[in-house]
């Protein structure tokens, strides 16, 4: 067995091969390759774990990122949740976890990031500060709705009492969509994407992505991206304008999600990832949903410390509260730049 590079011609192999694997995820795709590549301009290293008889293995995608504000590191995957290794025997992951040491040090990188999900591979430095929120789905809306509590059932009447309407579209809805989640992570502190981000998304997702958005008199106030893979959608960007918060147009854009969800047969849907008693970690176990351990695992040189590029590490502290005070144009301009490099 021995491991190699792919390349874009071998894709379908590539696809081939992740979707028999029991712990694949959507950003285990190809494609997300091309989506990373063509919104950030990183490089990717797709390494793959293949015997002489031409069999696959296992595979792992990695980004390598590097900037003199934030260093030099790769990961599986940056600006989504999972990734990681995927792999059919223990042989495979050992061989391409080699791999991955062999590259990180020819690239001179400090260390590297693999976020699993489910389950960890042993030995390895861990992190388990975070979880994904899973809500495993009645079969129809109606059963749907009867396991909610009265509170949140009065919560996703209230925007419908309100007159805010729920829309579900494409390509169309990204602009009001982008408007929203701009001014969200301005609100946040945080940087934003560029729209070009979302755009590729969407683009290279055609079939399995949605925009579901919430309006109030013409205007979007809420919207979400869902996607899906396998038995399980998620929305993993969603925001809301914070004026409008007493409407709960939160409530209505999950709930819009759900029934959509349940339409199509999925089986899980997936609220996105949370730290454990915190704001999002509560909104979202309301709905039922339960929390899945993710595992963010390191390889890095023997004695270091493992990473702090997160928004709790103090030295970013003031950084966030200055952001916090820009014109959200300014953010739109700036935001794409600095973000790219925090993964």
């Avoid at 029991?22 to 590549?37: D, L, S």
């Avoid at 008693?277 to 410390?305: R, S, V």
Wanted: net charge neutral; aromatic share 12%.
């Amino acid at each position: 067995m021995r491991v190699l590079t792919v390349s874009d011609r071998d894709h379908h192999d590539w696809d081939d091969f992740v979707v028999t694997q029991n712990g694949c995820t959507a950003y285990h795709q190809y494609r997300w390759k091309q989506i990373v590549e063509n919104s950030f301009g990183h490089t990717a290293h797709y390494l793959a774990a293949i015997d002489d008889s031409g069999l696959w293995h296992g595979v792992l995608p990695l980004i390598h990122m590097k900037s003199f504000l934030f260093g030099n590191f790769l990961v599986s995957l940056p600006f989504v949740n999972y990734g990681g290794l995927l792999c059919s025997s223990t042989d495979a992951a050992g061989l391409l976890l080699a791999e991955v040491e062999r590259l990180r040090t020819s690239l001179g990188s400090s260390y590297v990031e693999l976020r699993h999900i489910g389950e960890g591979i042993a030995g390895m430095q861990t992190r388990q500060h975070k979880v994904t929120m899973v809500l495993h789905l009645a079969t129809c809306a109606e059963q749907q709705w009867l396991a909610f509590n009265a509170k949140l059932r009065n919560q996703i009447r209230k925007p419908e009492k309100s007159g805010l309407l729920p829309v579900i579209g494409h390509l169309e809805l990204l602009d009001g969509f982008y408007d929203v989640f701009a001014r969200n992570m301005r609100d946040l502190g945080t940087p934003v994407y560029s729209r070009g981000f979302f755009h590729n998304v969407l683009n290279e997702l055609p079939d399995s992505s949605k925009i579901i958005a919430v309006r109030h008199e013409g205007r979007l106030i809420a919207a979400g991206i869902a996607t899906w893979f396998g038995d399980t959608i998620e929305i993993p960007w969603a925001s809301s304008i914070a004026d409008f918060k007493n409407l709960c147009p939160n409530n209505m854009l999950y709930w819009e999600a759900i029934k959509f969800a349940i339409e199509k047969g999925f089986t899980k849907f997936d609220f996105g990832r949370s730290t454990p008693d915190e704001g999002t970690f509560n909104f979202k176990k309301q709905w039922g949903a339960e929390p899945l351990q993710l595992y963010w695992q390191y390889l890095l040189p023997e004695g270091e410390n493992l990473p702090e590029l997160n928004p709790k590490n103090p030295k970013f502290g003031l950084a966030i509260k200055v952001w916090q005070k820009l014109p959200v144009g300014l953010t739109r301009l700036v935001g794409p730049h600095i973000v790219r490099n925090i993964p």
